[in-house]
């Protein structure tokens, strides 16, 4: 009962870290999707549209608004950026705490099945002895809760692999200017 006990526990702790995970890796699509959509925008009109926007200026309190609003952009993206790199931090460590549950419950599931493959051979002895067939009914729940150890398992380790080969954000600095800026 108590390795049971300890099994629910932890399948239900990997449960809810995998779908913790998953929600992380679904923010991170759709915020690596925007940050895609906004370098795009970027190398399409090119850095010199910032430059226009700044000569085209009619006075100088117009420029200093300009270079503001040209600011808060950089800004803004920079910090879109660095978000996007601390969530995808936070997912490899997230995989990585999943994987340590994934271990753990599959010990608890090892260590159940071979108790009740014991308990099994015990009770088989037990009822050759007396003539009779005892099956307790606790006996009937640890399958079914061996498979959904395994089912968590599986679907916990598919999580983190999905986890690990998500789009790195990494891919989203760029150093030179786009192909458009050298015609």
């Known amino acids: 009962v108590g390795s049971e006990m300890c099994i629910r526990d932890r399948t239900d702790r990997t449960e809810e870290m995998k779908n913790l995970l998953i929600d992380a890796q ?25 430059l226009e926007q700044l000569l085209s200026a009619s006075d ?29 931090s936070s997912i490899e460590t997230d995989a990585a705490l999943l994987t340590k549950q994934c271990d753990l419950l599959r010990a608890s599931r090892d260590a159940l099945s071979m108790e009740y493959e014991k308990l099994l051979i015990l009770l088989n002895q037990q009822n050759t002895a007396s003539g009779e067939s005892v099956f307790p009914e606790v006996f009937s729940r640890i399958p079914e809760l061996i498979a959904r150890a395994d089912e968590q398992i599986e679907e916990g380790q598919l999580a983190v692999d999905q986890g690990i080969h998500a789009p790195s954000s990494d891919c989203l600095l760029y150093t030179s200017p786009s192909p458009r800026d050298t015609r």
Do not use: C, H, V
């Open 26 to 50: 679904i923010q991170e699509a759709r915020q690596y999707q925007m940050m895609r959509l906004r370098i795009q925008w970027l190398y399409e009109t090119g850095y010199s549209s910032f």
């Open 60 to 88: 100088f309190p117009d420029f200093l608004n300009r270079s503001e609003q040209i600011r808060s952009l950089i800004t803004y993206d920079r910090n879109q950026l660095t978000e996007l790199s601390n969530l995808r």
